[in-house]
Structure formats: C-alpha cells, structure tokens
C-alpha cells in the first residue's frame, strides 16, 4: 500500500500541473473554512459533506464510476440537508470509524504488495497531458482500493467489532452531544482536507510529502491532533448559536412597536 502511494508521488513529475493545482487549492481552502468555520455553517458543511461521503461511497463501494458517484453524491447531500443533526452524528461515526480502521489496519496494509516500482527515469519522460493525468490518478487510486480490499478480508473479526462499537459510540456521542460532535467532525474533516490539499501542492513543487509522513509518522499524527483540537476548541468558543426569540418576546415587540407607531401618529 505504501509502495503504491510512493510510486505516485515518484510520477506526480509527469502529471499535468493542472491536475494536482487545482484540486490541491480548492482542498486547503475548502479544509480551512470546515476547519475554523464548519459550526457555524452547519448546513453548508452538511451539504459538503454529504457530497464527498456520498460520491467516495459511491466510487469506492458500488461501481468506481462517475456518473454512480455523482447521483449518490447529489442524494446525500439533499438528505444531510434534511437531517442535519442525524447527519452529523452519523458522519461522527463514520469518521470515528475511518480512524479507527486506519490504527488497527496499519499492519495490515503493510505487508499487502504495491503495485510495480516507478522507473528510475519517470521524472525525466514528457509531461502528459491534462485526459493522460487524470487516467494514471486513476489508475493509482483503483490501486490503492484494491490493497485496501485485500487488508480488510486478512483483518480478523474482532477488529471489525472494535471499529463498529467505535462507530456507535461516536453515533451516541453525536446524539447527546450534538453541538461538540459537529465541532469535532469538522474540525477532522477540515484537517484531512488540508493534509490532501498540502500534499498536492507539495507534489507540485518537486518535494516528496508521502515519503516524510512514513518517516516520521509519530510527529504528523501528532500535528493532525493538535490541528483537530484546535479546531473544535476555536469553533465552539466562536461559532456560538444564536436561541431563537421565543413567541412571547415576539409578541412584546411587536405590541411595543404598536405602540410607538399610534403615538407617533396621533
């Protein structure tokens, strides 16, 4: 698995500028507003949300095709938006699975063979084209979800029971605890995005991210943390929610307002 991300990154120096710009930009700026601001745009992040879950489900798990990956991301994000707070909690869950999957997975995934080692003069062969780019990206991501399938049929069960107990804690948490539940969601959301895009960008520039977070991942696991903590303690102290007026404060000011308008007329 790491063999295959290791070879893209070596043929990231091929791939059309376009192709790791535009999606690297677009990432950090979407992960910064989700990051610092997702609380108080809940409807927003839902939305967001509910359209990356629901297009990666629908790559990754149905058919690995566009246009099934497109309907089911527009499905759920109409339904995030509908159910919001159960969205939210679910998507708590999901999340608290995925990391959960990745800790107890790790040993798994290292010892499923990668894909063919990049040749040695790949940097120095023509760049390709935008269409080329996207077809190798492919290539590579239908790579890493074979590996991916491969280290969860080798996982024993009670690994899965320990990821779907995790799972419907954070569903439970999300449900008592709504308002810290959503802050934390897009707190991790937020970070991961700005990982992806981060490491795009660096791919542009020649450098070799991947490579760096396999040497030391001790010290970025603990910057992709503190980033996370930050993140929920920032949005729950300023993305505080306004209480709506209730109908007794609204009937006053309206009968005040009444009021001022008779004796400024009379």
């Known amino acids: 698995m790491l063999e295959v991300l290791l070879n893209f990154e070596r043929a990231a120096g091929r791939l059309s500028p376009v192709v790791l710009l535009g999606p690297g930009v677009a990432a950090v700026l979407l992960g910064l507003f989700v990051w610092l601001g997702g609380l108080g745009l809940r409807k927003h992040l839902a939305a967001v949300a509910g359209t990356v879950s629901g297009g990666a489900c629908g790559f990754f798990l149905i ?27 679910i998507l708590a869950g999901l999340l608290a699975a995925v990391v959960a999957f ?53 996982m024993p069960m009670y690994n899965w029971v320990i990821i779907l107990a995790v799972a419907v804690v954070a569903i439970v948490a999300g449900v008592a605890l709504w308002r810290f539940a959503s802050a934390l969601s897009c707190a991790v959301l937020g970070t991961t995005l ?8 660096l791919m542009y520039k020649g450098s070799a991210p991947i490579g760096a977070i396999s040497q030391k991942p001790p010290f970025y696991g603990t910057v992709f943390v503190t980033m996370a903590a930050f993140g929920t303690i920032e949005q729950l102290i300023l993305c505080k929610r306004k209480k709506p007026k209730s109908k007794k404060t609204k009937k006053q000011n309206e009968s005040g307002e009444k009021r001022g308008q008779s004796w400024r007329t009379s």
Request: positive net charge.
């Open 102 to 154: 990745v800790v107890l997975a790790a040993l798994y995934l290292k010892d499923v063979p990668g894909g063919a080692p990049a040749k040695p003069g790949a940097a120095q062969t023509p760049a390709l084209s935008i269409r080329e780019s996207i077809e190798l990206m492919n290539t590579y991501v239908l790579d890493c979800s074979e590996r991916v399938k491969q280290s969860c049929s080798r």
């Open 63 to 89: 058919g690995r095709n566009a246009l099934t990956a497109a309907a089911l991301a527009a499905v759920a994000a109409v339904v995030a938006i509908i159910f919001e707070r159960l969205f939210i909690a």
């Open 194 to 201: 700005i990982f992806a895009g981060m490491i795009l960008l």
